[in-house]
């Protein structure tokens, strides 16, 4: 079956642009996540979902980033006014549902580049 | 606050030699733990993961970890790898009562054939 898919697969933006990034999640699974991964570093969290509500958005590191999931489904995780340190590769992931046992299956990414 | 370390950044070695990558945890609870993996241009895939039950884990492709609980560390291992595991390998931990992933810097593997 499907899995996680995100678009775009790579974007580059120019400092200060407003960006979004989207994320389909593996049909069925209730819980999704962003995560952020920098070069030689492990992925960072940003925020997960359980269906339509941020049931933690701990992880985001500013009010530029804002992510939804207006329908439970799929998800958009919004950074406005770029900066050049927002440059990494965004990695989303969806479990069956929210919790610690549960497998989260990532998708391939998508690397953002702020020039 | 929870974290990860994985004290092999780069590991090199020769096919058939055995593997055993360090994983230690910060957190004194009940925790769930997991090893991916990253094989070169594709997507982060599950190797192995331990909740309760029996501490020697075993994942796909031969690998096995070892939960130590009083060691707060979670090392994964295979006896013999082969050309194919090159790879970056990540740990992460969730504990807490939170869902969230804190992974590990994660390790390079490269085997030479």
């Known amino acids: 079956g499907a899995g996680v898919s995100q678009t775009p697969s790579n974007k580059v933006t120019e400092k200060g642009k407003y960006v979004e990034l989207r994320c389909d999640p593996i049909?069925?699974?209730?819980?999704l996540y962003w995560y952020r991964q920098s070069l030689g570093q492990g992925p960072e969290f940003l925020i997960y979902?359980?269906?339509?509500?941020?049931?933690?958005d701990s992880g985001l590191p500013n009010d530029r980033f804002f992510a939804v999931r207006p329908e439970g489904s799929v998800s958009t995780l919004k950074i406005q006014r770029t900066e050049r340190g927002d440059s990494a590769v965004y990695l989303c992931?969806?479990?069956?549902?929210?919790?610690?046992?549960?497998?989260?299956?990532f998708g391939p990414g998508t690397r953002l580049l702020v020039l | 606050a929870q974290s990860v370390s994985q004290h092999n950044h780069h590991v090199i070695l020769s096919e058939a030699a055995s593997l055993e990558l360090g994983c230690n945890y910060s957190y004194g609870g009940t925790v769930n733990l997991f090893w991916y993996v990253q094989y070169p241009g594709q997507h982060l895939q599950l190797l192995l993961k331990?909740?309760?039950?029996?501490?020697l884990v075993k994942g796909i492709k031969g690998f096995e970890a070892e939960f130590i609980k009083s060691k707060f560390s979670f090392n994964l291992r295979k006896p013999s790898v082969q050309w194919s595991d090159t790879a970056e390998y990540f740990c992460?931990?969730?504990?807490?009562?939170?869902?969230?992933?804190?992974f590990g810097t994660g390790t390079r593997l490269k085997v030479l054939a």
């Open positions: 992931a969806s479990s069956l549902m929210a919790g610690g046992g549960e497998t989260q299956y």
């Open positions: 992460a931990v969730i504990g807490g009562g939170t869902y969230k992933y804190i």
């Open positions: 331990y909740f309760s039950g029996d501490p």
């Open positions: 049909s069925g699974h209730t819980a």
């Open positions: 979902f359980q269906g339509t509500g941020a049931a933690d």
